[in-house]
């Protein structure tokens, strides 16, 4: 992630919120992850999408934004976030401090390493209309191409959903 130099955040908010999402497309062999930063007064602060090349559902999908999503927190040092995901299953699988062992174990796992070493307020589960923002990157991603962009203001398509939050839903 060598653009993570170019990008430069102010921090003065008390708490940041991050959001992901994962989006997958089976008709390309790839998928789509994409990561949402906002300060507690809604500005955006940083976005982040990446294709992954490779068949994987949904769940890794999201998983691997989750481990996306905290890494970019920490590459930013972001001094203190909530992870935010739409999705109750993902959100609990993290939470959990049992051992996970299904397909996601060792991605959770990662994510729980970078999450220990960082100042994650906590994590939750936030309804898929306050998750739309990472939904329209999800979906904007299946479209782009560009492997990795990152960006420390919105495109003009996010301006346009804090501008009419009512439009697509």
């Known amino acids: 992630m060598n653009s993570l130099v170019q990008l430069e955040v102010t921090l003065v908010s008390n708490i940041f919120h991050v959001m992901f999402d994962g989006a997958t497309n089976s008709h390309q062999s790839n998928f789509t992850i994409e990561v949402v930063i906002f300060n507690d007064r809604g500005s955006f602060v940083a976005g982040l999408l990446k294709k992954h090349l490779g068949l994987v559902d949904a769940e890794m999908a999201k998983a691997i934004a989750a481990r996306d999503a905290a890494l970019l927190a920490r590459a ?25 062992f299904s ?16 100042n994650v307020a906590s994590i939750s589960w936030i309804r898929r209309q306050e998750n739309r923002l990472a939904h329209e990157f999800a979906k904007f991603g299946k ?5 990795e962009s990152l960006w420390n203001s919105p495109l003009e398509f996010v301006n346009h959903l804090l501008l009419f939050p009512r439009i697509g839903k």
């Open 103 to 118: 397909t996601l174990a060792l991605v959770i796992f990662y994510v729980k390493a970078i999450l220990a070493d960082t």
């Open 76 to 100: 930013l040092f972001i001094p203190n976030f909530r992870l935010e995901r739409n999705a109750q299953s993902l959100v609990r699988v993290i939470q959990d401090e049992d051992d996970e």
């Open 143 to 147: 479209t782009c191409s560009q492997s």
